[in-house]
Structure formats: structure tokens, C-alpha cells
């Protein structure tokens, strides 16, 4: 009988896997330098530093043969469907219009997409300002410091002290 205890013993294993290593992101920017390009954008096109050049009706009906056929032009409706997805995508990345997080990452991450593809299309005009004032401070402090270093110099050329060997020979 005691073989028969003996062979009902049962052995546990647990197998534990070993953790992946977290790889380092190969992303070029972070989800955080995403949020401030996207911030820097919505601040300057509001402020009106920049302007988009949203697709016009007429850009539009160029690739819609279907405007010939219709009588009303669906691309008019379609270059207010595009402003109109701009502006809710906005309102979304603001906060002004209630979201999940989830859908407020995509939205940021669509605005990112679209300042991608309004500068590729060379469709912004203006300048995106940095909304890290302390940055642009510096920027501007440095400039004017090159400027003053440039006009002494430009100063020291023009009204160089006469030296005494030339006040001698002009006398």
C-alpha cells in the first residue's frame, strides 16, 4: 500500500516567463512634444500669427467630376465638412467639447497629422510661435546682444580714434 501513496504524489512547477526588456521608443517625438507642436498651432492659428489654406470649393470640384453632373456643387459642402472637422477636432483638443481621454489623444494626434499635411501642402502661411515664453525671451535677448555686438563693431570701423603718428604727419 505504501507504493500506492507514494505514486499519487503530485509535483507543482509554475513556469514564470521572464519579462520583456521595455525597449526605448524609436518614436522622433514623444506623445508630450506631439501635445506642445499641437498646442503651439491651435495658439498661433488662433491669435492669428498663422493663417491655413483650407482647400477651396473650386480646388475641390477640380478633382469631382460629379459637379458637372449635379446641379448643386458638393464641393462647397465638402470645404465646409473639412473646416468643420477642423474646428470640432479644436474644440476637442481644447477641452471645450467633452471627451474620453482616449478620443482627446486622437484627436491631438489628427491635429498633428493635419499641421503635418497643411505644411507639406505649403498651405500655412505666418510663423507657429512657441507658447515656452522663457524660451523666446532668451532667443530675443540673444539677438539683441548679436546686434549690439554688431553695431560696435560697425562703430569701431567707421570712427576710429586718430593715433599720434597721424595727427603729426597732418600737421
Excluded: C
Excluded at 492669428?48 to 478633382?63: C, N, V
Excluded at 497643411?118 to 532668451?138: P, T, V, Y
Excluded at 554688431?150 to 603718428?165: E, N, R, S
Amino acid at each position: 500500500m505504501e507504493n500506492n501513496s507514494e505514486d499519487k504524489k503530485i509535483l507543482s512547477i509554475r513556469i514564470k516567463k521572464k519579462p520583456e526588456p521595455k525597449s526605448e521608443s524609436t518614436a522622433l517625438f514623444s506623445q508630450e512634444d506631439i501635445r506642445k507642436f499641437v498646442s503651439e498651432f491651435v495658439a498661433s492659428w488662433i491669435r492669428g500669427d498663422i493663417i491655413i489654406r483650407f482647400p477651396t470649393a473650386a480646388e475641390l470640384a477640380k478633382k469631382t467630376p460629379l459637379s458637372i453632373a449635379f446641379p448643386t456643387d458638393p464641393s462647397v459642402n465638402a470645404e465646409l465638412k473639412i473646416k468643420e472637422h477642423y474646428v470640432d477636432l479644436l474644440s476637442i483638443v481644447a477641452g471645450i467639447k467633452p471627451v474620453s481621454s482616449d478620443e482627446q489623444e486622437r484627436a491631438i494626434s489628427e491635429v498633428f497629422k493635419m499641421l503635418m499635411m497643411f505644411r507639406s501642402a505649403n498651405r500655412i502661411e505666418g510663423k507657429i510661435f512657441s507658447n515656452d515664453l522663457e524660451k523666446r525671451i532668451s532667443e530675443l535677448e540673444k539677438t539683441v546682444t548679436n546686434q549690439g555686438k554688431l553695431v560696435d563693431q560697425i562703430t569701431g570701423f567707421l570712427f576710429k580714434p586718430k593715433t599720434a603718428a597721424k595727427k603729426a604727419q597732418a600737421s
